[in-house]
């Protein structure tokens, strides 16, 4: 089976640009998340989306950030505009509703360096 | 909310070693996973453990939900288990919204 498929898996990109970070979840997941990852802050939750409708989007960090689910297998994450401190990894992850909670499966992530 | 704390921060292990990896949480939840972050970066689903006690080759893992606390066992260690192993819960309540904690990085010489 295809795991979560992020791209790009690297991006450089100077300050003021616009960023757009894509993720395909596991075919028949019905929950997508978006997480960041620094050395400061370690892994964060930024939104999550259950059949393709934005749940909770808390740790988002501002308004300069924004997320879309358009259908069931794709979702974008989007830094506009870009900041030196956007710079780390952001990674995708998915899983399926059941009768019990399900694992959480994780895309290899996106390292975003803003210059 | 909810807290999850991670020990010891840092592990050296001579190959072949036995650890254990602590995870405490700060209030009820649905569950638990355990992460491997490997040094390229990927993150590595475990276990995932509620409650209860699971195994898997020279890895086990067991979750005590009533006194808020899980481990992570690493029988035989190889330089392959490096890297940082994190554990990350559900609280009660808070459906699919997951916490990390802050990882145990392990470093297995040979």
């Known amino acids: 089976d295809a795991g979560v498929i992020q791209s790009p898996r690297h991006e450089v990109t100077e300050m003021g640009q616009e960023v757009t970070l894509r993720c395909k979840p596991i075919s028949g997941h019905d929950y997508l998340f978006w997480y960041r990852q620094t050395m400061m802050r370690g892994l964060e939750l930024l939104i999550y989306f259950n059949n393709n409708v934005p749940i909770d989007d808390s740790g988002m960090p501002e308004d300069r950030f924004s997320a879309k689910m358009p259908n069931a297998s794709f979702s974008t994450l989007k830094i506009q505009p870009s900041e030196p401190r956007d710079s780390a990894v952001y990674f995708c992850?998915?899983?399926?509703?059941?009768?019990?909670?399900?694992?959480?499966?994780f895309g290899d992530g996106t390292r975003l360096s803003i210059l | 909310g909810i807290q999850v704390e991670q020990s010891p921060p840092d592990l050296i292990l001579q190959e072949g070693a036995n650890s254990t990896l602590r995870c405490n949480f700060s209030?009820?939840?649905?569950?638990l996973q355990w992460f491997h972050q490997n040094p390229w970066g990927q993150l590595i689903n475990l276990f995932y453990?509620?409650?209860g006690t699971k195994q898997n080759g020279r890895l086990s893992a067991t979750t005590v939900a009533t006194e808020r606390y899980s481990l992570l066992y690493i029988s035989s260690s190889q330089t392959t288990d490096s890297g940082v192993y994190f554990c990350?819960?559900?609280?009660?309540?808070?459906?699919?919204?997951?916490?990390f904690g802050t990882g145990t990085k392990l470093q297995v010489i040979p």
């Open positions: 209030d009820s939840v649905n569950n």
């Open positions: 453990i509620p409650s």
């Open positions: 992850a998915s899983s399926r509703q059941g009768r019990s909670n399900q694992p959480q499966h």
């Open positions: 990350a819960v559900e609280p009660r309540g808070g459906y699919q919204k997951v916490t």
